[in-house]
T-cell receptor, first 110, second 113 residues
Framework: GEDVEQSLFLSVREGDSSVINCTYTDSSSTYLYWYKQEPGAGLQLLTYIFSNMDMKQDQRLTVLLNKKDKHLSLRIADTQTGDSAIYFCAERTTGNQFYFGTGTSLTVIP | SQTIHQWPATLVQPVGSPLSLECTVEGTSNPNLYWYRQAAGRGLQLLFYSVGIGQISSEVPQNLSASRPQDRQFILSSKKLLLSDSGFYLC????????????FGPGTRLTVL
């Protein structure tokens, strides 16, 4: 399968910005996603970006895609304690396959 | 609207016992269906996906199997559970087609003792 990598942990202070990074290996990916998983729950889609876009902004969320470097990031502005969760990036390749990263556990310190 | 159900929510099973986890989707037809496992402290691992009834693709060799007896029903099974099968199992669905965001069920937490 494809490799999708993320750093495991990130801590930020409430009110600061969080940046969660992801790298992937498949250059034929079509869509890239960010999911949020709260404790003991399933995943919820936060946002996605089409592979021919460089940036997408959705309220406090900004997704940046560097297709040349195969690097995806999620920036959360004005991070709140309710943003504490595990964040997964995922890529969709041809053939309806999704590959998820290992997840980044975000801790927001009050 | 579409909904996805998984049951049971939690399960404790002895080593060597069988397993059956069920996932059903409502409000859509001919979805792609997925089973993922999330081991403690680790990311998601795709176990199986299905593009139609009776069509199952396996991503990793393992002790588990999957079946899709109906369009919106996806079952994860094992004949004999191993300790290493413990984890959080997530079912997901997506539409067929070019853009197909995945929607996840609430998950089943399996503990094998």
């Amino acid at each position: 399968g494809e490799d999708v990598e993320q750093s495991l942990f990130l801590s930020v202070r409430e009110g600061d910005s969080s940046v969660i990074n992801c790298t992937y290996t498949d250059s034929s990916s079509t869509y890239l996603y960010w999911y949020k998983q709260e404790p003991g729950a399933g995943l919820q889609l936060l946002t996605y970006i089409f592979s021919n876009m460089d940036m997408k902004q959705d309220q406090r969320l900004t997704v940046l895609l560097n297709k040349k470097d195969k690097h995806l990031s999620l920036r959360i502005a004005d991070t709140q304690t309710g943003d504490s969760a595990i964040y997964f990036c995922a890529e969709r390749t041809t053939g309806n396959q999704f590959y998820f990263g290992t997840g980044t556990s975000l801790t927001v310190i009050p | 609207s579409q909904t996805i159900h998984q049951w049971p929510a939690t399960l404790v099973q002895p080593v060597g016992s069988p397993l059956s986890l069920e996932c059903t989707v409502e409000g859509t037809s001919n979805p792609n269906l997925y089973w993922y496992r999330q081991a403690a402290g680790r990311g998601l691992q795709l176990l199986f996906y299905s593009v139609g009834i009776g069509q199952i693709s396996s991503e990793v060799p393992q002790n588990l199997s999957a079946s899709r007896p109906q369009d919106r029903q996806f079952i994860l099974s094992s004949k004999k559970l191993l300790l290493s099968d413990s984890g959080f199992y997530l079912c997901a669905w997506s539409k067929q087609g070019f853009y197909n965001e995945q929607f996840f069920g609430p998950g089943t937490r399996l503990t094998v003792l």
